[in-house]
């Protein structure tokens, strides 16, 4: 696998020569299976060899997100590239502090699917981590699609109205400074953070 993955990345994708710009993997409800560790630590030889950022799906409920960086260092990962996905998806403000302190991004990324965690426990908990000191360790997205045969469309007008591209410029960022988020700490997850972790990668 890693020898397909670094040519994705210095060549292209299936001959297209479109180079893949980062990582992406997963570890969910259950765990650390034999398959996802094997790709878990082929991602991480990966990175060690090209610098490319990771991005990883993760459990917030069961705080998968420290298993994949126990993996991924374990493999010499540079943890500041790596965002643990879906940490919005949870209030625990220890678990998050955690993921943080080792040197990931924590990828609060689902606003809009309040199916998972209602907007405005997502909104207070960046909040929380933001006077915490963890804007620099946030990055703010919603993971809306174009196309998604995971949720109906009558599901998704009825329970995520606001599952949309325009969901965080609407409703994250004016709640957001409601609570207190200063112009400055929403730079930092939306611009300064996302530039970081994407400098340093292969050319």
Not at 150 to 165: C, G, H, V
């Amino acid at each position: 696998m890693v020898e397909l993955f670094v040519k994705d990345i210095r060549e292209g994708i299936a001959g297209t020569g479109v180079k893949a710009g980062l990582l992406k993997c997963a570890i969910d409800e259950h765990s650390l299976t034999p398959d996802v560790e094997r790709i878990l630590r082929a991602v991480g030889q990966t990175h060690v060899e090209t610098r490319t950022p990771i991005t990883v799906h993760t459990s917030a409920a069961l705080q998968t997100g420290l298993i994949a960086q126990r993996i991924l260092r374990e493999e010499g990962v540079d943890l500041t590239k790596v965002v643990i996905g879906h940490c919005g998806d949870t209030t625990d403000l220890d678990y998050l502090r955690e993921i943080a302190d080792a040197g990931s991004l924590l990828g609060m990324d689902r606003f809009g699917i309040d199916v998972f965690l209602p907007f405005e426990d997502r909104v207070t908990t960046v909040a929380a981590l933001a006077r915490a000191g963890y804007a620099d360790e946030m990055v703010l997205a919603h993971d809306a699609s174009c196309y998604s045969d995971f949720y109906s469309e009558s599901y998704k007008t009825a329970l995520l109205p606001r599952w949309n591209y325009t969901h965080i410029t609407d409703d994250v960022l004016p709640a957001l400074r409601e609570h207190g988020v200063d112009e400055a700490q929403i730079t930092a997850m939306l611009v300064h953070n996302p530039a970081r972790y994407f400098t340093g990668g292969q050319e």
